[in-house]
């Protein structure tokens, strides 16, 4: 039986074209995403980031990997129903916490956030792999938008820098070129949202976002988690996030003592 938030059209439509909206996945825990935003924002982590240019106007805010010091994003972690839907979607097992992801685009941030694939960055593959991107604020326009099928795609998009606009690893001869989804009239899936709806999407999915040319801010609060067949892989340099001096070999799964598992239906772990 499907989790009340999900029906098997969404498990249909996830395996079909990697992305699927769940509505209300976060509603009851908003006051803890939007405080700990909140927290996050007032101390940053060591890969916070502004990804604007000098001149571009507004603020583009993102950080990762706060979850373990930010009491707010590991009680929404560990009280939500987000682990329970992930395994579902993914038709998984087990599911084990990759990290969290916050991104703020203020009011009048005109600039997109740059088409990608998150799997690249990564050094973990599978496909039972999903994120879910929330926002905190309503969404009409400054919306997340994603390829569907991209995740079927036979050669990964190479991984870029944001704001520098360069190549992420030296070697890109392993990856495509990101391509201009409007431009070439691919299926893109965008959507209206509430607070605390979820758009999931599996790491393999090419998305980008709009800018915020509203008056109000879009907070959105973004949880990566993998399922069984998910396993460590070297990549041609650093990856995003690093998580130095993890000792991980290429085809193990996680550690998990640094990526707990959330959910285990079987308690069979590999």
């Known amino acids: 039986m499907a989790h009340p938030l999900l029906t098997q059209d969404h498990i249909d439509a996830y395996e079909r074209d990697g992305v699927v909206l769940v509505k209300g996945l976060f509603k009851e825990q908003l006051d803890q995403l939007r405080a700990g935003v909140e927290r996050n924002m007032a101390e940053p982590g060591p890969y916070a980031a502004e990804n604007l240019k000098a001149g571009e106007g507004g603020r583009f805010f993102d950080d990762y990997c706060n979850w373990t010091r930010i009491p707010e994003f590991q009680d929404v972690i560990h009280t939500s129903p987000a682990a329970a839907v992930a395994a579902e979607l993914m038709g998984s097992q087990t599911v084990q916490m990759f990290h969290d992801h916050v991104l703020v685009k203020e009011p009048g941030t005109s600039k997109p956030t ?49 704001l520098a606009e360069t190549n992420f690893y030296p070697n890109d001869d392993d990856y495509m070129q990101v391509p201009d989804p409007d431009a070439e009239g691919m299926d893109i899936r965008e959507y209206e949202m509430e607070p605390g709806d979820a758009v999931a999407f599996n790491y393999k999915t090419l998305h980008g976002a709009r800018g915020n040319d509203s008056g109000t801010r879009r907070r959105a609060f973004s949880l990566r988690l993998l399922g069984d067949d998910a396993r460590y892989v070297e990549r041609p340099g650093p990856t995003s996030p690093p998580f130095p001096g993890h000792d991980m070999k290429a085809g193990q799964r996680l550690r998990e003592d640094w990526f707990p598992i959330l959910l285990d239906a079987g308690n069979t772990r590999a």
Do not use: I, M, N
């Not at 009409?140 to 099928?149: D, M, N």
């Open 114 to 162: 740059p088409w990608h694939q998150d799997s690249p960055y990564y050094f973990v593959e599978g496909q039972q792999t999903v994120s879910f991107w929330s926002p905190l604020d309503p969404v009409r326009e400054a919306s997340l938008r994603c390829v569907a099928g991209s995740h079927r795609w036979e050669k990964p998009v190479l991984p870029t820098r944001w």
